[in-house]
């Protein structure tokens, strides 16, 4: 059989007919079933690909850990995972994260957003906290100083995994 795709009729089941587009077709029984499978696809590269694309979403945090939210008179230990960036439109850094969920922050806060301070085994840093998710944690952001040990000289920089 000739067609727009070829020679089917090659005398062994495999065989297949390549498109201008970079497509091969297999043959099929009935006609109505086609496979279409791009030529630079196979099975092992898909292998390769989900071991290459294995990345956690907490890999890119910077500090995941024990914390203490401090607002008001109340100093509340939670589990925060943070990050940040240095800002250079403003020259600043700014870091931000969720904070675990807890029914003494969902009694503190009400819904709303409040200015408090979070301190960790590596220091302190003041910040706000609010907006809820759905499974209870709540975002916390600030600016400055985070209350995680970051590098401060390019040989830190340098000695840090990426």
Request: with cysteine; net charge negative.
């Amino acid at each position: 059989m000739l067609g727009v795709w070829g020679n089917f009729d090659c005398g062994r089941p495999d065989c297949q007919a390549v498109n201008a587009l970079g497509f091969r077709r297999r043959p099929t029984t009935p006609a109505v079933l086609v496979w279409w499978i791009p030529l630079q696809a196979s099975a092992g590269d898909h292998a390769k690909e989900a071991t290459v694309n294995s990345h956690s979403p907490h890999d890119d945090s910077d500090y995941i850990g024990s914390a203490t939210v401090i607002m008001a008179s109340t100093e509340v230990e939670v589990q925060v995972e943070l990050r940040g960036f240095f800002q250079p439109i403003d020259g600043r850094f700014c870091w931000y994260g969720r904070v675990g969920q807890s029914d003494i922050l969902d009694e503190f806060l009400q819904g709303r957003r409040r200015s408090v301070v979070v301190r960790t085994s590596a220091g302190e840093a003041a910040g706000t906290i609010g907006d809820r998710d759905f499974w209870g944690r709540y975002r916390i952001q600030g600016r400055g100083r985070p209350p995680y040990p970051t590098p401060s000289s390019l040989d830190e920089v340098e000695a840090t995994p990426s």
